[in-house]
């Protein structure tokens, strides 16, 4: 993708005369779109061959909202990051379908998901915004801009979950879907933890050794 990206981006500048700081621009931007569409349709596909395709995507969702403002652990590389991306999202996916029909009495389950939310509330609260060293934020009202926007999608979501849960109690097929939210909440949070950083370097690391 990034070569494709570089590509359409020269091909670009060049017809339209742009400079080389404007080409790489556009070649990051076109990256982002190709980056997006090849997720949702990898995780679609993946969660579909597994049978939970759009509790999968919504896990995402979840996840990048979150990301895009509290930042967190990287991979090295992109198709690194999306192989995690689509192995946590239908792993949580699957095990959100066999909760929500399990015969774990529901006010144990909302006891636990509530745990979750508030750890990693707390999580948010104490750590957003982690940059990295690709990416380092210097700017204080960039940091303060982004921890307030860790908050609003974390209100969202929250809500969201609420709502699901509260149409679960009624039609239990919603409540998959207020599950794959909790469980992209609790890996986003855990990606801004040292543990959960190095957890994914460690995991980066062999399969480099393995790709070798």
């Known amino acids: 993708m990034q070569r494709?990206?570089?590509?359409?981006?020269?091909?670009?500048?060049?017809?339209?005369?742009?400079?080389?700081?404007?080409?790489?621009?556009?070649?990051?931007?076109?990256?982002?779109?190709?980056?997006?569409?090849?997720?949702?349709?990898?995780?679609?596909?993946?969660?579909?061959?597994?049978?939970?395709?759009?509790?999968?995507?919504?896990?995402?969702?979840?996840?990048?909202?979150?990301?895009?403002?509290?930042?967190?652990?990287?991979?090295?590389?992109?198709?690194?990051?999306?192989?995690?991306?689509?192995?946590?999202?239908?792993?949580?996916?699957?095990?959100?379908?066999?909760?929500?029909?399990?015969?774990?009495?529901?006010?144990?389950?909302?006891?636990?998901?509530?745990?979750?939310?508030?750890?990693?509330?707390?999580?948010v609260w104490a750590r957003a915004p982690v940059d990295s060293p690709q990416k380092p934020i210097r700017s204080i009202e960039k940091k303060q801009r982004m921890r307030k926007g860790s908050f609003q999608v974390l209100i969202f979501l929250t809500l969201s979950v609420l709502g699901l849960f509260i149409i679960g109690c009624s039609y239990s097929a919603v409540m998959p879907y207020g599950l794959s939210i909790v469980f992209g909440v609790l890996w986003q949070a855990f990606s801004l933890t040292e543990p959960g950083a190095k957890f994914l370097n460690n995991l980066d690391k062999k399969l480099s050794v393995q790709r070798r």
């Open 4 to 123: 494709l990206s570089k590509k359409i981006a020269a091909d670009i500048s060049q017809s339209l005369g742009k400079t080389k700081n404007e080409e790489e621009i556009i070649a990051y931007g076109l990256l982002g779109i190709f980056q997006l569409i090849s997720n949702i349709g990898l995780t679609l596909l993946f969660g579909w061959l597994f049978g939970v395709p759009f509790q999968a995507l919504l896990l995402s969702v979840s996840v990048s909202m979150l990301r895009r403002f509290s930042g967190g652990a990287h991979a090295e590389t992109l198709n690194f990051c999306t192989l995690v991306g689509l192995l946590y999202s239908v792993f949580f996916a699957k095990l959100s379908v066999y909760l929500a029909y399990s015969t774990i009495n529901k006010v144990i389950l909302y006891g636990f998901c509530t745990l979750i939310l508030l750890a990693s509330w707390y999580i």
